[in-house]
């Protein structure tokens, strides 16, 4: 009996075990950036920047040349490699605490440059690595380390929707929020993941897809639960979608 | 090219560009916003790229993007945003990258003024930013040592995988002069090998990081960076001195306020007076060596400082009790003349003593 293999590591990941703790879909949306840069056949030319949070580590993670940005800076600092190597592909990786709240400047003028970059945006509505503190992405009544109440919007505001925010600006050229939450909507993540590389590869601009993922640890549900909690809850307040698309079409 | 009479802004600007560096990222402010301008219009004549950042922290951390491609990259600021830039910096440091920082100092602290000052010595020398380091700083008296410190500080960058700083005051960013660019020799300096430019080169994957978790791992990294920092204080440091073989009182002063002083030393010399001066160069690492010269024979040295007394305290280290260290400073942008300085100098001497 002969073995087919249907289902392999992919390249685009190298072989350190992951950090993350169980349950966060963060492990399966290195997986589709992996699997995107490798079917692309562009890893040998990619240069990708880290950010802080969870995903502080990822350079550990992809098989690519890595640089570690400070809190927030990401996009400028991918502004500054790409812009020395504009044949190189250049994307950051990062947090709703590291890019909505200390790193809104740099990715909104990173998008207004229309810097031929592409940003995987993971919102978990929550910080991660530093406690389960409220995240400028935090929903209106959820409760954090730092608003044990409930967010209360006469008093921290409401949510920022980092991609109908920045589709208005005129650099950008692929925005799509898609979630993490199930098998088909995984699927989907990977096809924007892609959309969004392809947008780079042509040079049309900036290019960001938001991906909607779960912290099970800091929310306080399991993970099932914490999948459950996504599709309920975080999908409502931040459809899915595509916000851009310079070339047309959905 | 001759002499040609520039402003100190653009001399920087045009001898970084003549070093080799085709990459600037900057933000304006005043009074160093002739060298954005000047980068704007001078880098695409040579197949470079200026672009103008949203603020200090972002060109800061475009400089960290585009130093970890190997390319030689600068930015500039004056006093406030320097201070933004500090975060960057220290990265800089962490994850050993080079590049050229300038600080065009004004009056501070918080918006102070956009006059002449020197009141950032402790911000450049002692570390600035976060963490154990320190960073060399070089600081021109006149336009023509511009020219050659700039693109010393490309090579010393290069050389230690450093940030290096490039510090002058207000009245040396908007002063003109007459500068002669010449032909320069550049060193032979190690290969950027750990350059992140894709793998395709030789399949080689390599990682820009200053974060490392374990405490333990982390302190090797730090011990391996102050070998750098003692090497760079074994081989890096700089330094003038005048008339200070016979002197009995040594002035101290850098950049702009050295020369003021300088006059005031030849008023003093023609008085009979015996003066002389040590003018730092490179204010970390600070020359300790013409103090330990001529600490043991002189009555005294007087700092002098376009600030409430900053260097004085490296001056009192390398003094270590052997002499008095006397300082006279102005602060707020307001800058020293000779007369001041002269009679600072009459009232520690005590006057004409021959």
């Given at each position: 009996?002969?073995m087919?293999?249907?289902?392999?590591?992919?390249?685009?990941?190298?072989?350190?075990?992951?950090?993350?703790?169980?349950?966060?879909?963060?492990?399966?949306?290195?997986?589709?950036?992996?699997?995107?840069?490798?079917?692309m056949?562009?890893?040998?030319?990619?240069?990708?920047?880290?950010?802080?949070?969870?995903?502080?580590?990822?350079?550990?993670y992809?098989?690519?040349?890595?640089?570690?940005?400070?809190?927030g800076?990401?996009?400028?600092?991918?502004?500054?490699?790409k812009?020395?190597?504009?044949?190189?592909?250049?994307?950051?990786?990062?947090?709703?605490?590291?890019?909505?709240?200390?790193?809104?400047?740099?990715?909104?003028?990173?998008?207004?440059?229309?810097?031929?970059?592409?940003?995987?945006?993971?919102?978990?509505?929550?910080?991660?690595?530093?406690?389960?503190?409220?995240?400028?992405?935090?929903?209106?009544?959820?409760?954090t380390?730092t608003t044990?109440?409930?967010?209360?919007e006469?008093?921290?505001?409401?949510?920022i929707?980092?991609?109908?925010?920045?589709?208005?600006?005129?650099?950008?050229?692929?925005?799509?929020?898609?979630?993490?939450?199930?098998?088909?909507?995984?699927?989907?993540?990977?096809?924007?993941?892609?959309?969004?590389?392809?947008?780079?590869?042509?040079?049309?601009?900036?290019?960001?897809?938001?991906?909607?993922?779960?912290?099970?640890?800091?929310?306080?549900?399991?993970?099932?639960?914490?999948?459950?909690?996504?599709?309920?809850?975080?999908?409502?307040?931040y459809?899915l979608?595509?916000?851009?698309?310079?070339?047309?079409?959905? | 090219?001759?002499?040609?009479?520039?402003?100190?802004?653009?001399?920087?600007?045009?001898?970084?560009?003549?070093?080799?560096?085709?990459?600037?990222?900057?933000?304006?402010?005043?009074?160093?916003?002739?060298?954005?301008?000047?980068?704007?219009?001078?880098?695409?004549?040579?197949?470079g790229?200026?672009?103008?950042a949203?603020?200090?922290?972002?060109?800061?951390?475009?400089?960290?993007?585009?130093?970890?491609?190997?390319?030689?990259?600068?930015?500039?600021?004056?006093?406030?945003?320097?201070?933004?830039?500090?975060?960057?910096?220290?990265?800089?440091?962490?994850?050993?990258?080079?590049?050229?920082?300038?600080?065009?100092?004004?009056?501070?602290?918080?918006?102070?003024?956009?006059?002449?000052?020197?009141?950032?010595?402790?911000q450049?020398?002692?570390?600035?930013?976060?963490?154990?380091?320190?960073?060399?700083?070089?600081?021109?008296?006149?336009?023509?040592?511009?020219?050659?410190?700039?693109?010393?500080?490309?090579?010393?960058?290069?050389?230690?995988?450093?940030?290096?700083?490039?510090?002058?005051?207000?009245?040396?960013?908007?002063m003109?002069?007459?500068?002669e660019?010449?032909?320069?020799?550049?060193?032979?300096?190690?290969?950027?090998?750990?350059?992140?430019?894709?793998?395709?080169g030789?399949?080689?994957?390599?990682?820009?990081?200053?974060?490392?978790?374990?405490?333990?791992?982390?302190e090797?990294?730090n011990?391996?960076?102050?070998?750098?920092?003692?090497r760079?204080?074994?081989?890096?440091?700089?330094?003038?001195?005048?008339?200070?073989?016979?002197?009995?009182?040594?002035?101290?002063?850098?950049?702009?306020?050295?020369?003021?002083?300088?006059?005031?030393?030849?008023?003093?010399?023609?008085?009979?007076?015996?003066?002389?001066?040590?003018?730092?160069?490179?204010?970390?690492?600070?020359?300790?060596?013409?103090?330990?010269?001529?600490?043991?024979?002189?009555?005294?040295?007087?700092?002098?400082?376009?600030?409430?007394?900053q260097?004085?305290?490296?001056?009192?280290?390398?003094?270590?009790?052997?002499?008095?260290?006397?300082?006279?400073?102005?602060?707020?942008?307001?800058?020293?003349?000779?007369?001041?300085?002269?009679?600072?100098?009459?009232?520690?001497?005590?006057?004409?003593?021959?």
């Amino acid at each position: 009996m002969t073995m087919k293999t249907v289902l392999k590591k992919t390249n685009g990941l190298t072989d350190n075990p992951t950090h993350y703790c169980p349950g966060c879909t963060h492990g399966v949306i290195h997986r589709l950036v992996g699997e995107v840069l490798e079917e692309m056949d562009i890893l040998e030319d990619t240069i990708g920047v880290a950010s802080v949070g969870c995903s502080v580590l990822s350079y550990e993670y992809f098989n690519c040349d890595m640089t570690q940005a400070a809190h927030g800076r990401a996009p400028a600092v991918a502004t500054g490699v790409k812009r020395v190597l504009p044949d190189r592909f250049v994307f950051t990786y990062q947090g709703d605490g590291d890019l909505a709240s200390i790193g809104i400047s740099e990715v909104i003028h990173a998008a207004a440059r229309g810097e031929k970059i592409t940003v995987i945006f993971v919102n978990n509505a929550i910080y991660g690595m530093t406690g389960g503190q409220m995240a400028p992405t935090t929903l209106i009544g959820q409760k954090t380390a730092t608003t044990p109440f409930g967010r209360d919007e006469s008093i921290q505001g409401s949510p920022i929707k980092v991609c109908e925010m920045l589709a208005t600006l005129d650099g950008t050229a692929y925005i799509e929020r898609v979630s993490a939450h199930d098998v088909p909507h995984i699927q989907k993540a990977k096809r924007a993941i892609r959309k969004a590389f392809e947008a780079q590869k042509k040079g049309l601009g900036f290019s960001m897809v938001e991906i909607l993922s779960t912290c099970p640890t800091n929310w306080g549900l399991d993970p099932f639960e914490s999948l459950e909690w996504v599709k309920d809850n975080m999908i409502p307040a931040y459809p899915l979608g595509v916000y851009k698309n310079k070339e047309g079409g959905k | 090219m001759g002499k040609v009479l520039m402003k100190g802004n653009e001399v920087i600007a045009e001898a970084a560009v003549q070093a080799g560096c085709n990459y600037f990222f900057g933000y304006p402010i005043t009074p160093q916003s002739e060298l954005v301008a000047y980068m704007a219009r001078r880098l695409p004549e040579v197949g470079g790229l200026f672009l103008q950042a949203e603020s200090e922290i972002a060109a800061i951390n475009m400089v960290y993007g585009a130093a970890g491609t190997g390319v030689r990259v600068m930015t500039s600021s004056s006093s406030p945003g320097f201070s933004l830039k500090q975060e960057g910096i220290s990265y800089l440091v962490g994850s050993e990258l080079p590049a050229v920082v300038v600080n065009i100092v004004r009056g501070g602290p918080g918006l102070g003024n956009i006059q002449p000052a020197q009141s950032d010595y402790f911000q450049v020398t002692k570390g600035g930013g976060h963490g154990d380091y320190n960073i060399p700083v070089l600081a021109p008296a006149s336009l023509q040592e511009i020219v050659e410190l700039t693109s010393e500080a490309f090579d010393i960058a290069d050389r230690y995988r450093t940030p290096v700083i490039l510090m002058g005051d207000g009245m040396l960013g908007q002063m003109m002069e007459p500068v002669e660019f010449g032909e320069r020799t550049q060193p032979e300096l190690p290969e950027k090998n750990w350059a992140t430019t894709g793998t395709r080169g030789d399949g080689q994957r390599r990682i820009i990081t200053s974060l490392e978790l374990n405490a333990e791992a982390l302190e090797t990294r730090n011990e391996a960076l102050q070998k750098k920092f003692a090497r760079i204080k074994e081989n890096e440091v700089r330094y003038e001195i005048y008339q200070t073989g016979d002197a009995d009182y040594i002035m101290v002063a850098f950049g702009t306020v050295a020369r003021i002083t300088m006059n005031a030393i030849h008023k003093a010399r023609q008085q009979g007076l015996k003066v002389g001066l040590i003018r730092p160069i490179s204010l970390w690492p600070f020359p300790e060596k013409p103090f330990i010269e001529t600490r043991d024979r002189v009555k005294g040295y007087i700092s002098v400082e376009m600030s409430a007394g900053q260097m004085v305290e490296d001056v009192r280290l390398a003094v270590n009790g052997h002499a008095e260290v006397d300082f006279y400073g102005r602060t707020g942008g307001v800058v020293p003349t000779q007369e001041e300085i002269y009679q600072k100098l009459l009232s520690v001497t005590g006057g004409i003593t021959v």
